[in-house]
């Protein structure tokens, strides 16, 4: 049976992926750690947790030998609007703690799953259909971090033979996780005050769309992603996966449909705005779909009708 350690697991998409895995492969296969944020009582009493962070290496060694680790998923990284407040813990912990995390990977034989973003593209990649491979020059920090994780995660397969697999998220909406400092958090945030106030004043300006993916779907590519046959694999690291695009206009009438005296307007914050603008409006994830057949479950429409459904519940409770 594997041994799964899970960095980030308190994160938005560490927590949920945390818990996934937990079902698939047994509690006790699966090691939750994090660096300060508090586990929620579900995270922290279905199975191992350890206080790490990945920027410490000998902490590292302690934990993957303490649990006879095989499989890393590193999810700890600073998001895009943080990176741009902080650029110096940005690089510390999305390339440092990156290749403590590979370093460990070669020196106990650890597949390694390490998440990309859109956010490695910059403002002369073509921002329709983006290719799979096509010129990356990002003009943030976290893009930076991210166009070098990808760079040093082939680096170790080819030069080590490490087994590293990885994707490029777009923005990821959660209905378990509050925002955490992305510029697609808007996306999160909307659904959240449609349900509350009925309305929400939107920190970018309509007509931008960025890709966007429901949790379920980011989930399941990841894991999907690790359980591939890696005969079929030709990109390995840093598939572009994406299940929809929209910009703020198009999320606000869909949930229109299910609350209409909701309205939005508009208060543009232009650091996020100028991050979104250097994004893709959509990928082109046509070599994920064909190495490993990747097939999202969820649209727009699909996920707004569950967003509310299940934030709903949350928030009368």
Not at 118 to 129: D, L, N, R, V, W
Not at 203 to 218: E, Q
């Amino acid at each position: 049976m594997k041994k799964m350690l899970v960095t980030g697991s308190v994160g938005q998409i560490g927590s949920e992926l945390t818990m996934l895995l937990r079902d698939l492969y047994g509690n006790e296969n699966v090691i939750a750690c994090g660096r300060k944020t508090r586990p929620s009582e579900k995270l922290l009493n279905s199975g191992p947790f350890e206080i790490v962070d990945c920027t410490d290496y000998v902490r590292l060694v302690e934990v993957v030998k303490k649990y006879k680790v095989d499989t890393i998923y590193h999810l700890a990284a600073i998001l895009s609007a943080v990176a741009e407040a902080k650029p110096n813990l940005a690089w510390n912990v999305n390339i440092n703690g990156l290749y403590n995390i590979l370093e460990v990977a070669r020196e106990f034989n650890c597949a390694v799953f390490t998440p990309s973003s859109i956010g490695a593209f910059g403002p002369s990649t073509p921002a329709e259909k983006t290719p799979q491979d096509t010129i990356q020059r990002p003009n943030t920090m976290y893009g930076v971090t991210k166009v070098a994780g990808e760079l040093l995660c082939d680096y170790y397969y080819k030069r080590f033979k490490v087994d590293t697999r990885g994707l490029r998220y777009p923005g990821i909406i959660s209905n378990e996780t509050l925002p955490g400092g992305g510029t697609t958090d808007y996306a999160v945030d909307i659904y959240y005050e449609a349900i509350k106030h009925k309305k929400y004043t939107c920190f970018l300006k309509a007509g931008t769309y960025l890709d966007m993916m429901y949790m379920p779907d980011a989930i399941k590519s990841a894991i999907d992603l690790m359980e591939a046959d890696p005969d079929k694999l030709i990109h390995r690291n840093a598939f572009n996966v994406t299940s929809m695009s929209f910009d703020p206009e198009m999320i606000a009438a869909e949930i229109r449909k299910h609350i209409p005296e909701f309205v939005m307007d508009y208060e543009v914050d232009p650091v996020r705005q100028e991050i979104a603008d250097s994004w893709p409006n959509n990928m082109d994830d046509s070599a994920a779909r064909e190495e490993w057949n990747w097939s999202p479950e969820y649209d727009l429409e699909k996920m707004t009708e569950d967003m509310l459904k299940v934030l709903s519940k949350k928030l009368k409770s």
